[in-house]
């Protein structure tokens, strides 16, 4: 995910929200060794994580490849980072990734591999590809985003406070396109002409230009939230379904036209209708 992009989502997430989720603790004293800190549990994780079989999670190779990414993003840190020195960022930096490490290893994995990656691939041209220190600081937050997303692919079980918790987490980092795609389809099932009338490609549109009109976020950070969304793929059955709508158990077909073949059984229907009103 590119620094820019990167940057937009961080200011939509609910902050105050994340926080009370995460027992964030205003009072914590700051770590003035937190960059170096954070590096070593990082590189210590890589090393020696394994798998419910007792495999490494990542080979030797992966290892390598993963660690060397993770120096860079530090060195850029080290040059010129004021997010881990001031108090406010030092100590959301510190929660955020204590939180992460306080997950099942499956969500860690996830949120180091989204961390290091998305950092050290936030630039295509130049050469220097390694995020600024802004992103550094707030991929801190977002890698949880694609951890989150792993749990709920994984299959695994979880308690129903738990799930809760993701459920609020998932929310608090994410723009509030969920709300947004929920109202378009409600006005669409008042609406079932306009929505016969209109393409897949332009209900698309018609949804697109709705988020962006409310939240001032580009396309392509819009798709790629909406493919996060857990059920996205049941709203983009509805979105390409030809001719018909079916939401909330009622389905409504396209008009027939009227055709002299059709008169007159359209007429008996026509008389049968006046006998019930």
């Known amino acids: 995910m590119a620094d820019k992009e990167v940057h937009q989502n961080f200011k939509h997430i609910n902050l105050d929200e994340y926080k009370r989720i995460i027992r964030f603790n205003n009072s914590a004293p700051i770590i003035t060794t937190l960059a170096t800190n954070i590096k070593q549990q990082i590189i210590n994780y890589i090393n020696n994580a394994t798998d419910d079989t007792g495999n490494l999670v990542w080979s030797p190779t992966k290892q390598q490849e993963l660690i060397e990414q993770l120096e860079k993003i530090f060195h ?3 040059q010129c980072s004021d997010y881990f020195k001031l108090k406010k960022t030092n100590i959301l930096i510190k929660q955020s990734f204590d939180f992460a490490f306080k997950q ?3 969500f860690k994995n996830n949120y180091i591999e989204s961390f290091i990656k998305d950092n050290a691939e936030a630039f ?3 050469t220097d590809n390694i995020s600024c220190d802004k992103g550094i600081y707030e991929r801190f937050v977002l890698s949880m985003v694609p951890a989150i997303t ?6 695994i079980l979880l308690d129903p406070d738990t799930q809760h918790m993701y459920d609020e987490l998932k929310n608090a980092l994410s723009p509030p ?3 947004i ?3 378009w389809l409600n006005e669409m099932t008042r609406n079932p002409d306009l929505w016969i009338n209109l393409t897949p490609e332009q209900r698309m549109n018609y949804l697109t230009q709705r988020i962006i009109q409310r939240t001032n976020m580009d396309e392509i950070t819009i798709t790629r939230l909406l493919n996060q969304l857990t059920y996205w793929n049941y709203y983009s059955n509805i979105i390409n379904m030809p001719g018909e709508i079916q939401l909330g158990g009622k ?3 396209r008009k027939r036209k009227f055709t002299k073949k059709s008169k007159k059984s359209t007429k008996k229907q026509s008389r049968r209708f006046k006998k019930r009103v």
């Open 76 to 78: 850029k840190v080290k």
């Open 104 to 106: 099942p290893n499956i």
């Open 124 to 126: 295509s041209t130049g």
């Open 150 to 155: 792993s749990i709920e692919s994984s299959g």
């Open 177 to 179: 396109i969920l709300p």
């Open 181 to 183: 795609l929920q109202e």
């Open 251 to 253: 389905k409504q077909k």
